[in-house]
Structures are given as C-alpha cells and as structure tokens.
C-alpha cells in the first residue's frame, strides 16, 4: 500500500512538472502567435504584449529542457534493459558506439587546410546519455584545447539514437555548435538511416538540412566560409 502511494505521488509530482514546465508555456506559446497571426491590425501595444508573452513561454520551456537534459546527466548510467522497442528492429544493422575512448577519438579529425573538424557518426549507436557524454565529453576537449572557433561537417549515415539518449545528445550537440562553431554542414547517405529520425535529436532547430555526400556537406562549408570573409570585408570597409 505504501509503495502504492509513493508511486502515485511521485506519478503526480511529475505531472506537475510537466505541465508547469512545458504544457503551459507551450500552450502560452501558441496562443500568443495565433492571436498575433489572426489579428494583424492589432495595436503596438498589444502585439508588443503578446510577443513578451511568447518570449516568456520559449524562456520557461528552454529553462524546463536544460534541467531535464541535467536531470538525464546526473543519472548517467546505461540502460538496465537490452533493447528498447524503438530499436528492435535495428539491432543487427546498428553497431554500438565504441567504448575505446581511443577508437571515438579517431572520429573526431581536424582538417587544419579547411578550417574544419570533422565528427563521424556514422554507425554508431547512443543507447542513453552516458554514451553521448562520453563522446561529446572528448569533442569538448579536443577542439576547446585549440581556443578558436571551427566550421564542423558531421557524417550522420547509419547513426542511431535510442529515445534514452534523445535529450543528451540535443544537448550536447548544441553546445558544441553554441561554443565551437562558425558554421556547420551534415550529411548521410540515403537509405542507411537504420530507420531512426536522427533530425529529431538535431541542434540547428525544425528542419535541420542533411546533404547526400560529404562532397555536398563539404561544399557548403566553403560557401559558408566564403559567406563569413565576405561578411568580414564589409565591416572593415564600413
């Protein structure tokens, strides 16, 4: 009867949470924008108020996301179960990450003539956030070890993300692009997605842009490049 209680307790406590962090502001969110995209003669006034109060709601829900993201950090440990139904049927076609530190950091290669670090996903598999960290954890030291800014390419074939890991690795790779980053460019190859929707774990927002090669990818890392000394002209000029 006890554990009964508990359970039921701690089912509601995290009801709670999940609508007064993410519900609510969500919900604030929407109906700010539907009032600002129903009504477009609406007063300064108004429509400045109903901006603040979409701002507000994208704040809470940024602050709900980071301390879910801690919350998976802290617990830090594998999986208990073997499989997760989401993967049952990439088991054989999803190799696990490796777990050499050594052999992870030979997916992270800095190409000094472009400018660039290349990160490769390819085939690897995060089961839950210990295996990101582990993996963005050396990222960080490698490419904080060099004190500037990089463009990344990252190769995302065949990568697969378990729902344990979703969180972590959205995180993550946030930061990385938030701290590191002067531009990114991703890419895998069609049809070797293990049937996992790697956008759903992607940093660079709703429709995140894959290219079909690391030619492709590598492309628009010089128009970006291009993009930025053309940026950089100007305002010396100006």
């Known amino acids: 009867m006890l554990e009964d209680q508990q359970a039921s307790i701690s089912t509601l406590a995290l009801s709670t949470k999940v609508e007064e962090d993410f519900v609510s502001p969500l919900t604030a969110v929407r109906g700010a924008l539907e009032i600002l995209r129903d009504f477009p003669d609406l007063a300064v006034a108004e429509r400045h108020q109903f901006v603040e109060t979409a701002l507000r709601g994208c704040a809470k829900l940024e602050n709900g996301v980071k301390q879910l993201a801690e919350t998976v950090y802290d617990a830090g440990q594998p999986s208990t179960s073997s499989t997760s139904p989401s993967m049952a049927s990439n088991e054989v076609s ?35 956030s210990a295996e990101v960290n582990a993996f963005y954890d050396l990222v960080d030291a490698r490419v904080e070890r060099t004190r500037h800014k990089w463009f990344f390419i990252v190769d995302y074939t065949g990568c697969a993300i378990w729902p344990e890991a979703w969180v972590a690795f959205a995180h ?27 956008d759903r774990a992607d940093p660079a927002g709703p429709e995140p842009e894959y290219f079909t090669s690391r030619d492709a990818a590598l492309a628009r890392i010089h128009e970006l490049q291009s993009t930025a000394g053309a940026a950089a002209t100007r305002a010396v000029t100006d």
């Open 94 to 128: 999803a190799p696990s990450a490796p777990a050499n530190p050594t052999a992870l950091g030979d997916r992270i290669r800095f190409l000094d003539d472009l400018g660039t670090v290349e990160i490769d996903l390819a085939n690897l598999r995060f089961r839950d």
């Open 172 to 198: 993550r790779a946030k930061k990385v692009n938030a701290t590191y980053s002067n531009g990114t460019a991703r890419f895998r190859s069609t049809g070797t997605t293990n049937g996992i929707d790697t």
